[in-house]
């Protein structure tokens, strides 16, 4: 059966970059902020400062307000109004206070607040209107249709929102006790194209129709209780507003969120603009976000993330890492210490450039699967113990080099400057037979393919020969390599590793009869699902348990792989693919890119193609863990099932990549904050982040390897799942 393809386009993919007082800005001091094209301007107590291009230059001049209206920008500095062009000033006008706000109306007149009164420009300059409160703070002008007929707003921080009427103008109270808007303290006000006025208060957002109809935007789905500080409508109806928890944005139709960590530094964000090819700004109390985007394609990220793989990710022979980083945020900043499961990510990166090589025949990605490779077959050679393996290496060049658990780390007989650790766990071996089985199908040539038949067999017998375990060199099994029929079937204490374990065996072998054509392999298969009922231990091998514990779901994922496709029997795949369907229908609430691919690519059944492209789209370029922030948004649905095993409740559905704390497949996607323990309580029910193994704390620090995109996404575009 032909599966259908999607080619899912182009997609805006945002980046960020922040300007800290290490960038020259006093964050402590900003005043305002405003785009002239795309060049961003700031305004701090000692100079203007021209942001373009990513460089900073500052300007001689004193500026307190900057007004981007109708794609002119505008300054206030103390009682008088300019206009900037190319960085020069052009005084328009002159009043007896300072600028507070402008505003430019539907029908083009051109209205000014300053701290004592409302302005109105005519052909012959500004008139003053009516005087209005010592506390006025925004302004909002929809026309000017008559002589008492203009509808004018403004907002003041204790007088509320005021609407101006009559012959003889005044001022009207809109107060919460007698009108729709939420507080008395209003912080921004803007009017739509439809001539709605939408109020920003320290108690959330809320839109006007002009006469007496209020739409409480907290009724919105998804739009949080709180101080909206700033908002900014663009010209073609898209909105961005300023919060105590984040920047919103209205977009299509569609509420979205940049929350803090990921996009900002710190969750309040003052004062918002944006570019006229929508760039954000956004001013927080520890620096300003500048967020970017631009149109790509899966493959256009693909090959950048195929670029810091090489660059960031690989350490020594060619393993593959996450990237613990020394600045905040900074990847050039980071180093590449070893894990404890060099071997497993190494094979899930291998595989990535296999697919890779064998969809382009580009000869990098060749190169890239072969170095792999040839680490991982190191692993096993390194330890002196035919077959046994190591879980990584590491020489006396780094700076971790002689740390860790003594016992389980050895000095390499040949060579006093390297060491090997040993305890290895079925979580390694997972990733060596998923990475030999697709390089010898796709990549391999006629001499590595013996070499890597040696070292499958190697490893199989030493598993077979030690009773279906991993022997370590003290002659002791290892604590999880454990196959043996009698303790997966017979001792409780195996029950939740019955599943994935039988179904590792199965797969190890069936791998190893496909690449050495040994038939005893074969035979040993067959005894373990006759004999011990192994593949009736996995027609349901994923134990249901709230979506508390992930590591063996990657496991399961990579080791049903191979079984699958390397099984000859129909029968037998029925068998398997009911496992694979149970735990594919558990996990589908994570629109994990590489659970639907698998999914897709061993069955002719629905997969989710959609929502895969749709997580590889949201994740960020730069793969960094950081800190989230997502417990005030109302579109979360909260699981509770976790705590009946004391543990915290969890979200329902997690949130999209770009919000959620980073992990690879084997760590928690339910996850709502983490890093945040400074502006949230984490140890509140409701805004709590469940810790499981692997942590999921996000702290900025480290960046996630990049086959979490790669491996989905070349695998995708091998089995014609997806078509760019």
Same mark, same amino acid.
């Given at each position: 059966?032909?599966?259908?393809?999607?080619?899912?386009?182009?997609?805006?993919?945002?980046?960020?970059?922040?300007?800290?007082?290490?960038?020259?800005?006093?964050?402590?001091?900003?005043?305002?902020?405003?785009?002239?094209?795309?060049?961003?301007?700031?305004?701090?107590?000692?100079?203007?400062?021209?942001?373009?291009?990513?460089?900073?230059?500052?300007?001689?001049?004193?500026?307190?307000?900057?007004?981007?209206?109708?794609?002119?920008?505008?300054?206030?500095?103390?009682?008088?109004?300019?206009?900037?062009?190319?960085?020069?000033?052009?005084?328009?006008?002159?009043?007896?206070?300072?600028?507070?706000?402008?505003?430019?109306?539907?029908?083009?007149?051109?209205?000014?607040?300053?701290?004592?009164?409302?302005?109105?420009?005519?052909?012959?300059?500004?008139?003053?209107?009516?005087?209005?409160?010592?506390?006025?703070?925004?302004?909002?002008?929809?026309?000017?249709?008559?002589?008492?007929?203009?509808?004018?707003?403004?907002?003041?921080?204790?007088?509320?929102?005021?609407?101006?009427?009559?012959?003889?103008?005044?001022?009207?109270?809109?107060?919460?006790?007698?009108?729709?808007?939420?507080?008395?303290?209003?912080?921004?006000?803007?009017?739509?194209?439809?001539?709605?006025?939408?109020?920003?208060?320290?108690?959330?957002?809320?839109?006007?129709?002009?006469?007496?109809?209020?739409?409480?935007?907290?009724?919105?789905?998804?739009?949080?209780?709180?101080?909206?500080?700033?908002?900014?409508?663009?010209?073609?109806?898209?909105?961005?507003?300023?919060?105590?928890?984040?920047?919103?944005?209205?977009?299509?139709?569609?509420?979205?969120?940049?929350?803090?960590?990921?996009?900002?530094?710190?969750?309040?964000?003052?004062?918002?603009?944006?570019?006229?090819?929508?760039?954000?700004?956004?001013?927080?109390?520890?620096?300003?976000?500048?967020?970017?985007?631009?149109?790509?394609?899966?493959?256009?990220?693909?090959?950048?993330?195929?670029?810091?793989?090489?660059?960031?990710?690989?350490?020594?022979?060619?393993?593959?890492?996450?990237?613990?980083?020394?600045?905040?945020?900074?990847?050039?900043?980071?180093?590449?210490?070893?894990?404890?499961?060099?071997?497993?990510? +190494? #094979?899930? @990166?291998? /595989?990535?450039?296999?697919?890779?090589?064998? $969809?382009?025949?580009? %000869?990098?990605? =060749?190169?890239? !699967?072969?170095?792999?490779?040839?680490?991982?077959?190191?692993?096993?050679?390194?330890?002196?113990?035919?077959?046994?393996?190591?879980?990584?290496?590491?020489?006396?060049?780094?700076?971790?080099?002689?740390?860790?658990?003594?016992?389980?780390?050895?000095?390499?007989?040949?060579?006093?400057?390297?060491?090997?650790?040993?305890?290895?766990?079925?979580?390694?071996? +997972? #990733?060596? @037979?998923? /990475?030999?089985?697709?390089?010898?199908?796709? $990549?391999?040539?006629? %001499?590595?393919? =013996?070499?890597? !038949?040696?070292?499958?067999?190697?490893?199989?017998?030493?598993?077979?020969?030690?009773?279906?375990?991993?022997?370590?060199?003290?002659?002791?099994?290892?604590?999880?390599?454990?196959?043996?029929?009698?303790?997966?079937?017979?001792?409780?204490?195996?029950?939740?590793?019955?599943?994935?374990?039988?179904?590792?065996?199965?797969?190890?072998?069936?791998?190893?009869?496909?690449?050495?054509?040994?038939?005893?392999?074969?035979?040993?298969?067959?005894?373990?699902?006759?004999?011990?009922?192994?593949?009736?231990?996995?027609?349901?091998?994923?134990?249901?348990?709230?979506?508390?514990?992930?590591?063996?779901?990657?496991?399961?994922?990579?080791?049903?792989?191979?079984?699958?496709?390397?099984?000859?029997?129909?029968?037998?795949?029925?068998?398997?693919?009911?496992?694979?369907?149970?735990?594919?229908?558990?996990?589908?609430?994570?629109?994990?890119?590489?659970?639907?691919?698998?999914?897709?690519?061993?069955?002719?059944?629905?997969?989710?193609?959609?929502?895969?492209?749709?997580?590889?789209?949201?994740?960020?370029?730069?793969?960094?863990?950081?800190?989230?922030?997502?417990?005030?948004?109302?579109?979360?649905?909260?699981?509770?099932?976790?705590?009946?095993?004391?543990?915290?409740?969890?979200?329902?559905?997690?949130?999209?990549?770009?919000?959620?704390?980073?992990?690879?497949?084997?760590?928690?996607?339910?996850?709502?904050?983490?890093?945040?323990?400074?502006?949230?309580?984490?140890?509140?029910?409701?805004?709590?982040?469940?810790?499981?193994?692997?942590?999921?704390?996000?702290?900025?620090?480290?960046?996630?390897?990049?086959?979490?995109?790669?491996?989905?996404?070349?695998?995708?575009?091998?089995?014609?799942?997806?078509?760019?």
């Amino acid at each position: 059966m032909k599966k259908p393809t999607l080619n899912f386009g182009e997609f805006k993919q945002y980046d960020k970059k922040f300007l800290t007082p290490d960038s020259g800005i006093d964050v402590e001091n900003i005043y305002s902020i405003a785009f002239d094209g795309e060049t961003l301007y700031i305004a701090q107590p000692e100079c203007l400062v021209e942001y373009k291009d990513g460089k900073l230059k500052k300007i001689s001049a004193k500026v307190s307000k900057l007004f981007s209206k109708k794609g002119v920008l505008y300054a206030a500095a103390d009682n008088y109004l300019a206009e900037i062009k190319n960085g020069k000033f052009k005084k328009i006008a002159d009043f007896s206070a300072p600028v507070i706000d402008i505003s430019v109306a539907l029908d083009g007149s051109f209205w000014l607040v300053t701290e004592t009164a409302l302005y109105l420009k005519g052909e012959n300059g500004f008139t003053e209107i009516v005087d209005v409160p010592d506390n006025t703070v925004c302004l909002a002008a929809l026309d000017n249709k008559s002589k008492y007929g203009e509808t004018v707003y403004i907002g003041c921080a204790e007088e509320g929102l005021l609407s101006m009427k009559g012959k003889r103008r005044h001022w009207a109270e809109m107060t919460p006790e007698m009108s729709g808007v939420l507080s008395k303290k209003i912080n921004c006000i803007a009017l739509d194209g439809l001539g709605h006025l939408w109020v920003g208060s320290d108690n959330g957002l809320n839109i006007y129709d002009g006469r007496n109809y209020w739409f409480n935007g907290n009724d919105f789905y998804s739009v949080p209780d709180g101080s909206f500080n700033d908002m900014f409508f663009a010209a073609d109806g898209k909105k961005y507003f300023a919060t105590n928890t984040g920047i919103i944005t209205l977009i299509e139709g569609k509420i979205s969120y940049f929350s803090y960590g990921v996009w900002l530094m710190h969750p309040t964000v003052t004062k918002i603009t944006v570019s006229d090819n929508g760039t954000i700004a956004a001013v927080t109390p520890r620096g300003i976000s500048i967020i970017t985007s631009k149109y790509m394609t899966l493959e256009e990220k693909a090959a950048h993330y195929d670029e810091m793989a090489v660059k960031y990710f690989t350490r020594n022979e060619g393993y593959q890492v996450s990237r613990e980083l020394r600045k905040y945020g900074d990847l050039d900043s980071g180093w590449l210490p070893n894990s404890d499961n060099d071997g497993l990510f +190494t #094979g899930l @990166y291998c /595989a990535s450039q296999c697919f890779r090589y064998s $969809v382009t025949g580009d %000869e990098a990605a =060749k190169e890239n !699967a072969r170095k792999a490779v040839q680490a991982m077959i190191k692993l096993t050679q390194v330890t002196g113990k035919p077959g046994f393996t190591a879980r990584a290496t590491r020489y006396s060049h780094e700076e971790n080099f002689k740390t860790g658990n003594r016992e389980e780390w050895h000095i390499c007989e040949d060579n006093p400057d390297c060491e090997w650790l040993g305890e290895t766990s079925s979580d390694e071996m +997972t #990733g060596h @037979y998923f /990475a030999y089985g697709i390089y010898f199908d796709l $990549v391999a040539d006629e %001499e590595e393919k =013996k070499l890597i !038949a040696d070292v499958v067999r190697t490893i199989t017998d030493h598993i077979i020969d030690n009773n279906f375990h991993l022997t370590d060199v003290d002659g002791v099994p290892t604590t999880w390599a454990n196959w043996e029929p009698d303790l997966l079937n017979n001792d409780d204490r195996w029950y939740f590793e019955r599943g994935t374990n039988s179904l590792e065996i199965l797969s190890f072998l069936k791998t190893t009869y496909h690449i050495t054509c040994d038939k005893k392999y074969n035979d040993v298969y067959d005894m373990l699902i006759k004999k011990h009922h192994y593949a009736m231990n996995c027609m349901q091998y994923k134990c249901e348990d709230g979506h508390v514990a992930h590591i063996d779901d990657q496991l399961d994922f990579t080791n049903i792989y191979p079984l699958l496709v390397y099984t000859e029997d129909n029968s037998h795949k029925e068998i398997f693919k009911m496992g694979l369907t149970h735990h594919w229908e558990y996990e589908r609430t994570e629109r994990s890119p590489f659970f639907n691919i698998v999914y897709g690519a061993l069955t002719d059944n629905s997969c989710d193609i959609e929502n895969a492209a749709k997580s590889l789209s949201e994740m960020t370029l730069d793969l960094i863990r950081w800190p989230v922030f997502n417990s005030h948004r109302k579109d979360l649905v909260w699981d509770t099932e976790q705590e009946e095993m004391g543990i915290p409740a969890q979200l329902k559905y997690p949130v999209e990549y770009s919000a959620r704390v980073l992990v690879h497949y084997d760590g928690n996607q339910f996850v709502c904050d983490s890093g945040a323990e400074e502006f949230i309580d984490i140890n509140t029910k409701h805004v709590n982040r469940t810790l499981t193994l692997p942590s999921t704390s996000a702290k900025g620090m480290r960046a996630m390897m990049p086959y979490i995109y790669l491996l989905p996404y070349w695998m995708g575009r091998y089995y014609g799942l997806l078509g760019d």
